[in-house]
């Protein structure tokens, strides 16, 4: 019998450069503002990425780190409290990852937020507001500095720094023993969950009512 895992890659550890987006109370909204929701794919989202703090009426570019050079190829996102409220839209997560966004490191962030960024694969780790004040600053003045998330370990690593951050229990099993990916899963368990509906009476009544219409 194979790993129903095997074919979800684990996410026990992220690398990379830092971004810094300050400020609490960022929700979804912003993130992805809700006319970029009607696309049939989330395929372009990331061009999107917070659009409206990012350009004015006219297009123009405002100041914002998604604006900066330095930061185009960073994937590691700093944020502060409360990061992902607002409405459950997962455009707004899919719209970070497809911008370029593996891990995001914050105070805090939206459950429901912090579970569609699970469902992707990134991870949301937590510490306290001096520590990622502390951080935010450290990226601002190395934004080639690398980063590294030890979801495993709880630890995030940068320059001479290690700090202990936290990842919710049940985030970091599925995480490092790779069974975030649900729809992988049903994938990966196909023949067993064929075998169970087989032996659901009920499926096979709702079986024969159709083809009792047909």
């Not at 990331?46 to 570019?61: K, P, S, T, V």
């Not at 607002?86 to 891990?103: T, V, Y």
């Not at 507001?129 to 590294?148: M, R, S």
């Amino acid at each position: 019998m194979s790993d129903a895992t095997e074919d979800i890659p684990e996410v026990d550890y992220v690398e990379g450069t830092g971004i810094p987006i300050r400020g609490n109370d960022i929700d979804t909204d912003q993130i992805i503002p809700a006319r970029f929701m009607k696309v049939v794919t989330f395929d372009g989202l990331g061009e999107f990425a917070f659009f409206d703090l990012r350009f004015d009426d006219e297009d123009n570019e405002k100041d914002h780190p998604f604006n900066e050079e330095q930061f185009q190829d960073s994937n590691v996102m700093v944020v502060n409290n409360n990061f992902g409220c607002g409405s459950s839209r997962e455009h707004a997560p899919q719209a970070l990852m497809r911008w370029g966004i593996d891990a995001i490191i914050g105070e805090g962030f939206a459950e429901i937020f912090a579970g569609n960024c699970l469902a992707l694969g990134i991870p949301t780790v937590t510490a306290d507001h001096e520590t990622i004040n502390a951080l935010q600053q450290w990226v601002d003045d190395n934004p080639d500095g690398k980063i590294e998330v030890d979801v495993r370990a709880e630890t995030v690593t940068y320059g001479d720094n290690e700090i202990n951050v936290s990842v919710d229990r049940a985030q970091r099993e599925a995480l490092v023993e790779g069974n975030w990916d649900t729809t992988a899963l049903m994938k990966a368990n196909r023949n067993a969950i064929e075998e169970t509906a087989s032996q659901l009476p009920y499926l096979d009544q709702t079986r024969s009512g159709l083809e009792a219409d047909d």
